[in-house]
């Protein structure tokens, strides 16, 4: 040995990816959905999301000064809850609704528990929720005002539509040339950014596998198109980039697969059974809520560990 002896404490293999390269990686995935937004919906859904991205990120700096905090808005992490909160608007929902969504988002579901990495439940979805009950009629209002589906009647998205018993052309689906939110609509969009999340390992392959899986094999089974299934709603966009959230998931493999699956079933118990069309938010939350149960639970023994006998 040629250099000194250095002791460190663990951990000891170090991940070169920082917190700021991982949110601009998923930054950079969220890319292809956000084009196919403004080119489905026009100019205001680009208003929307600039809305959201500026409004989260000024709250979240506003309360890190205000606890005396330091700034920490350039590692992209409110960047990225403000987007995604505006990919689950509709394209018409009013700009000032959705700062304010954005507000709920940072303060209620990640500074009020103390920041990034200490949040529960994912940010994003909790800011979707909180404008779901406050502006009901808002957030089912689906029209765009301009795009590509500037001319399509105002009516009901597509799982609406598949609970009237009318399904959409699968062709239609893939595209997103269907009435929907901003960043759910186009499958193929969600698709690249997420095999570019998958690709660059950013997120583990078993929840989104897990949670569009069994959708379909529910799905078969209850008698319906289980590919109809996969590419209608917030399914595709809630798998690849809300249910891999690392702060909101499991970190065993095996509460992975638990939290993925059981994300799945709420999604098509709600989707069958319930009232709402659509129930992919309300999925994620549930088993953010369980994530810690399952990290218990799932917790692998140490090697060399020795049961104590009673």
């Known amino acids: 040995m040629n250099g000194k002896l250095e002791v460190r404490a663990a951990p000891h293999l170090l991940d070169p990816d920082s917190t700021a390269k991982i949110m601009y990686s998923v930054l950079l995935a969220l890319i292809p959905s956000a084009l196919a937004g403004v080119i489905l919906f026009g100019v205001h859904a680009l208003w929307l999301m600039l809305v959201s991205v500026a409004a989260a990120c000024f709250t979240e ?24 909160l505006a990919f689950n608007l509709p394209p018409s929902f009013p700009l000032r609704y959705a700062a304010f969504g954005a507000f709920m988002a940072i303060v209620l579901g990640k500074q009020l528990f103390g920041g990034l990495g200490e949040n529960p439940f994912n940010p994003a979805l909790i800011g979707r929720v909180v404008l779901a009950a406050a502006f009901p009629q808002e957030m089912t209002t689906w029209q765009a005002l301009g795009g590509v589906m500037a001319d ?34 186009s499958v ?13 390992k950013i997120i583990d392959w078993r929840i989104p596998v897990g949670m569009l899986g069994s959708v379909a094999v529910l799905s078969v089974l209850l008698g319906a198109d289980p590919l109809v299934q996969l590419s209608t709603g917030g399914l595709m966009l809630g798998a690849f980039f809300m249910a891999t959230d690392p702060v909101t998931s499991p970190v065993t493999k095996p509460g992975r697969w638990i939290f993925a699956i059981g994300a799945g079933a709420v999604v098509v118990l709600i989707r069958f ?29 140490i090697f060399g560990e020795v049961r104590g006998r009673a």
């Open 188 to 200: 193929v969009a969600i698709l690249i950014g997420g095999i570019y999340l998958l690709w660059r």
């Open 273 to 301: 059974f319930g009232g709402l069309p659509e129930g992919v938010s309300y999925s994620i939350l549930l088993m953010n809520a369980v994530k810690p149960i399952l990290n218990k639970a799932t917790k692998p023994r």
């Open 152 to 185: 399509a009647a105002t009516t009901a998205t597509p799982l609406g539509l598949i609970k009237l018993g009318q399904v959409p052309a699968l062709s239609e689906l893939l595209l997103g040339n269907v009435l929907g939110c901003i960043g759910e609509t």
């Open 61 to 84: 700096a506003g309360c890190q000064l205000l606890l005396r905090q330091p700034v920490t808005i350039t590692d992209g992490s409110a960047a990225i809850t403000g987007l995604l």
